[in-house]
Structures are given as structure tokens and as C-alpha cells.
């Protein structure tokens, strides 16, 4: 997950109230402001969230997705909204991945990717740390920039793997985990919050999160229904296993998480030319075609090349009329390749356009300098289309798919 990287020169838009309790609250209103855009958005439900955080220069969707919808099951919970470190997770992810990538002699991914079963897997393995004790940031710069220290990982695990004395020797790990203490600072063995003195362990044992109360959930017909399935994406370091369940019961986690307040983290293709970053939403354009023209606009239609009539396409200033996704569909995208493991998010609300379309509403963590401080607006046929999956608490899972899976 996390294929590219966004610089920072966005568009500014209208605000989203920050409360002093240190999370966002969200009153169900229209997006006025959106009407530049062609689209005017109407919140239903929106969950409590914490602040929109920025990844910057660095492939860490996976972790930015996972902290949030941590951060905001605390809330659900009752707890006070949290501030998490997403570095902590990643370094410890990359003395995994290291470990990994030498027992196969380099024939497995080592990349700054990861995926929606990373951050339970560090929760519960290694802990968690606080913002404030950990912020990851030791090598010079304000925010996360990562091409150096990606870099430098992996030219290192390279020359490990190249065997040059015949055996490996004893230090190349301790050499590798001091590169991360070089760029990302010492884990502390002891920090202290609210006058507690706490280790990684014990602090996220604090806070009441449990790895096996969240489940990943996919949906390919390439894999038996209802039963358990490695998701062959690269990032997917760990071989986590995945629920897999039709398109249309995935649909249905999701509508029932919002519904009952629950957080996800959405793993899904955003390379598609109607998403629509800067300007807040997530569509998928049915395609137009010679039949769809009438007179003078048919005779521009035809003179145009390939490629302008698929700028054409995308040239969107309001609701379109969207393809109609089936399984079959969804799964063809998959297996060509147009569908791909690109970034991760966090599914946070529900709303409308001023046509009545529905909508997923999306935190991201590209900054806030974007039309809704960045948040997205996603539809449903982009979600049926191009999700790779989610994670989601159990508790929300919708009985009926809840006992197809217990069956199994």
C-alpha cells in the first residue's frame, strides 16, 4: 500500500471545527463551499475523529490509517482522544520486514509499504508509544521524509543478503536498528503520560485494545466465500489472513460500522482518474462512447485522440452517471491489474450529494490543506470498484455475516 507520494501544494478550502477536546466533531450540514466543484455534499453520520495528520514524504498510509482508527475506537470506547505515535510502529515494522527479507534472501518485498494488519499486529507484539515520546523525526527535517531512509535500508539489507564472508555475521542487525536510531530517534524503554510511568507494552495494554477484536475483510472470487485468505498484494509482508465475503455483504460491514458508530481503515486504488484529491470526492465515470453524442458534439467527439476523450471523461463539474459495479467486475479489475494496492485511509462518516447520491466520507493523511480540510467524499461505485479491503471491529460486523463466517 502507498504507491505514491503527494506534495503538499493543495488547494485551501472551508474549515472543519477543531473542539478542545482534541477531536473532530461533526455537525450534519451541507458543504456549500463545494459548489466550485459542482458537487454539494451533505453529511448523514459522521464518528468522532481525531485530527487529520500529514505523512508528508513517506509511504506510511498503512500506519497513518491504522493510529487514527485506533486513536478513535479509544474515543468509541469512552476513552479521551490520544495523540499515537506512527513512527514507533513503522520503525518496528521495518526490523520485521528486515528479518523477513534476510531468512529469504531477498525474495520477498522489504518497501516502506505496509497493510490494514500492521498496526493491530505491533499493538499487541510490541506496544504502542504517545506522539510526545516518539514523533520519529531525529534526522533535520519538521515532517516525515523518508526517500533517504528508505533508501539507505534497503542498500544495507542488500549487501547483508550478498553474503560477502560466506555467513551472515553477527552485527547486521544491530547495524540495521541503528540506522533507524539515526533517522527516527532511540525507542525510550520508560516514558512517562499523566504522571504514569508506562513501556510500550504496558501502555497499550492501558488502553484496552485487543488485535483479535478487529477483523480484515476482503472480497475477490478467486478465493473461496467465507473462508479465511492470504490477500496477494505486496505490502501484505505479514501473509495476514482475510475474511472473504461478496461484494455486496463488504458493502454491507460498512453501513453497519457507520451506522453503529464503528471506525474502519480502507485499503483501496486511488489511481483512478476520478479521484479527485483536491477536490474532495471519489467517483467512477461511466465511460462515454460515439453512441452517448448527438450532432455538433458527436463531430467534436470523433476528432478527438484517445487520450482527450479520456481527459474528457474525467472533466467532471458535478454528479455523473457512475458504472455499475458487479463481483465480476470488481474481480476483473483485480485480475488485470487496474486495481491496485495503492493507499490506505480511514472510512469515518456517511453522506449525499444534492442529487441524492451516497457516499462514504474519507480522512486521509495528506495534510489539511485541501476543500474539506482532508476529508474526501468517495461513492459508491469507486468503493465497490476499488477497495482492497478494510478493518473493522468484530462488534460490527452485521449478524448475518457474522454467522456465515463462525460457520466456517
Same mark, same amino acid.
Given at each position: 500500500?502507498?504507491?505514491?507520494?503527494?506534495?503538499?501544494?493543495?488547494?485551501?478550502?472551508?474549515? /472543519?471545527?477543531?473542539?478542545?477536546?482534541?477531536?473532530?466533531?461533526?455537525?450534519?450540514?451541507?458543504?456549500?463551499?463545494?459548489?466550485?466543484?459542482? %458537487?454539494?455534499?451533505?453529511?448523514?453520520?459522521?464518528?468522532?475523529?481525531?485530527?487529520?495528520?500529514? #505523512?508528508?514524504?513517506?509511504?506510511?498510509?498503512?500506519?497513518?490509517?491504522?493510529?487514527?482508527?485506533?486513536?478513535?475506537?479509544?474515543?468509541?470506547?469512552?476513552?479521551?482522544?490520544?495523540?499515537?505515535?506512527?513512527?514507533?510502529?513503522?520503525?518496528?515494522?521495518? /526490523? $520485521?520486514?528486515?528479518?523477513?527479507?534476510?531468512?529469504?534472501?531477498?525474495?520477498?518485498?522489504?518497501?516502506?509499504?505496509?497493510?490494514?494488519? $500492521?498496526? *493491530?499486529?505491533?499493538?499487541?507484539?510490541?506496544?504502542?508509544?504517545?506522539?510526545?515520546?516518539?514523533?520519529?523525526?531525529?534526522?533535520?527535517?519538521?515532517?516525515?521524509?523518508?526517500?533517504?531512509?528508505? =533508501?539507505?535500508?534497503?542498500?544495507?539489507?542488500?549487501?547483508?543478503?550478498?553474503?560477502?564472508?560466506?555467513?551472515?555475521?553477527?552485527? @547486521?542487525?544491530?547495524?540495521?536498528?541503528?540506522?533507524?536510531?539515526?533517522?527516527?530517534?532511540?525507542?525510550?524503554?520508560?516514558?512517562?503520560?499523566?504522571?504514569?510511568?508506562?513501556?510500550?507494552?504496558?501502555?497499550?495494554?492501558?488502553?484496552?485494545?485487543?488485535?483479535?477484536?478487529?477483523?480484515?475483510?476482503?472480497?475477490?472470487?478467486?478465493?473461496?466465500?467465507?473462508?479465511?485468505?492470504?490477500?496477494?498484494? =505486496?505490502?501484505?509482508?505479514?501473509?495476514?489472513?482475510?475474511?472473504?465475503?461478496?461484494?455486496?455483504?463488504?458493502?454491507?460491514?460498512?453501513?453497519?460500522?457507520?451506522?453503529?458508530?464503528?471506525?474502519?481503515? @480502507?485499503?483501496?486504488?486511488?489511481?483512478?482518474?476520478?479521484?479527485?484529491?483536491?477536490?474532495?470526492?471519489?467517483?467512477?465515470?461511466?465511460?462515454?462512447?460515439?453512441?452517448?453524442?448527438?450532432?455538433?458534439?458527436?463531430?467534436?467527439?470523433?476528432?478527438?485522440?484517445?487520450?482527450?476523450?479520456?481527459?474528457?471523461?474525467?472533466?467532471?463539474?458535478?454528479?455523473?452517471?457512475? /458504472?455499475?459495479?458487479?463481483?465480476?467486475?470488481?474481480?476483473?479489475?483485480?485480475?488485470? #491489474?487496474?486495481?491496485? $494496492?495503492?493507499?490506505?485511509?480511514?472510512?469515518?462518516?456517511?453522506?449525499?450529494?444534492?442529487?441524492?447520491?451516497?457516499?462514504?466520507?474519507?480522512?486521509?493523511? @495528506?495534510?489539511?490543506? #485541501?476543500?474539506?480540510?482532508? %476529508?474526501?467524499?468517495? &461513492?459508491?461505485?469507486? %468503493?465497490?470498484?476499488?477497495?482492497?479491503?478494510?478493518?473493522?471491529?468484530?462488534?460490527?460486523? *452485521? &449478524?448475518?455475516?457474522?454467522?456465515?463466517?463462525?460457520?466456517?
Amino acid at each position: 500500500m502507498e504507491k505514491r507520494l503527494i506534495a503538499a501544494a493543495l488547494t485551501a478550502g472551508m474549515g /472543519i471545527s477543531l473542539m478542545a477536546s482534541g477531536f473532530n466533531n461533526f455537525d450534519v450540514k451541507e458543504n456549500a463551499e463545494a459548489d466550485s466543484t459542482g %458537487f454539494t455534499f451533505t453529511d448523514i453520520k459522521v464518528i468522532p475523529t481525531t485530527p487529520v495528520k500529514d #505523512q508528508n514524504k513517506s509511504g506510511t498510509c498503512w500506519c497513518f490509517a491504522g493510529t487514527s482508527m485506533f486513536e478513535d475506537e479509544i474515543v468509541r470506547r469512552g476513552g479521551k482522544p490520544l495523540d499515537l505515535s506512527e513512527m514507533f510502529t513503522v520503525r518496528q515494522c521495518y /526490523i $520485521d520486514k528486515a528479518d523477513r527479507y534476510v531468512r529469504m534472501y531477498g525474495a520477498t518485498n522489504f518497501a516502506a509499504g505496509g497493510s490494514i494488519a $500492521d498496526v *493491530p499486529y505491533v499493538w499487541e507484539r510490541y506496544g504502542a508509544l504517545p506522539e510526545s515520546a516518539y514523533p520519529g523525526l531525529g534526522y533535520g527535517e519538521e515532517k516525515h521524509v523518508h526517500g533517504e531512509l528508505d =533508501a539507505v535500508l534497503k542498500a544495507y539489507l542488500d549487501a547483508v543478503i550478498r553474503r560477502s564472508d560466506k555467513r551472515l555475521s553477527t552485527a @547486521w542487525r544491530k547495524g540495521f536498528e541503528a540506522i533507524l536510531d539515526a533517522y527516527l530517534g532511540e525507542v525510550p524503554e520508560t516514558f512517562t503520560v499523566d504522571g504514569k510511568t508506562y513501556t510500550p507494552k504496558s501502555y497499550a495494554e492501558s488502553l484496552g485494545l485487543k488485535k483479535d477484536d478487529y477483523v480484515a475483510v476482503t472480497s475477490f472470487t478467486h478465493q473461496p466465500f467465507y473462508e479465511p485468505m492470504v490477500l496477494e498484494v =505486496a505490502d501484505n509482508w505479514l501473509w495476514a489472513s482475510y475474511e472473504n465475503v461478496p461484494m455486496d455483504e463488504l458493502k454491507a460491514i460498512v453501513d453497519n460500522a457507520m451506522e453503529k458508530g464503528y471506525p474502519i481503515v @480502507w485499503a483501496a486504488d486511488v489511481s483512478e482518474g476520478g479521484f479527485k484529491w483536491t477536490k474532495g470526492y471519489a467517483v467512477m465515470p461511466k465511460e462515454r462512447t460515439a453512441a452517448d453524442m448527438e450532432g455538433t458534439e458527436l463531430s467534436r467527439w470523433v476528432k478527438l485522440s484517445d487520450k482527450e476523450r479520456q481527459e474528457k471523461q474525467f472533466d467532471i463539474n458535478g454528479p455523473v452517471e457512475e /458504472i455499475e459495479v458487479t463481483q465480476e467486475s470488481r474481480q476483473a479489475m483485480f485480475d488485470r #491489474q487496474e486495481t491496485t $494496492d495503492d493507499h490506505g485511509m480511514e472510512i469515518v462518516g456517511t453522506a449525499t450529494d444534492q442529487e441524492g447520491n451516497r457516499y462514504y466520507k474519507v480522512k486521509n493523511s @495528506w495534510d489539511t490543506n #485541501q476543500i474539506y480540510d482532508g %476529508f474526501f467524499y468517495v &461513492s459508491e461505485p469507486y %468503493f465497490l470498484s476499488k477497495t482492497l479491503s478494510i478493518l473493522v471491529h468484530k462488534d460490527a460486523l *452485521p &449478524s448475518s455475516v457474522k454467522k456465515k463466517l463462525e460457520k466456517k
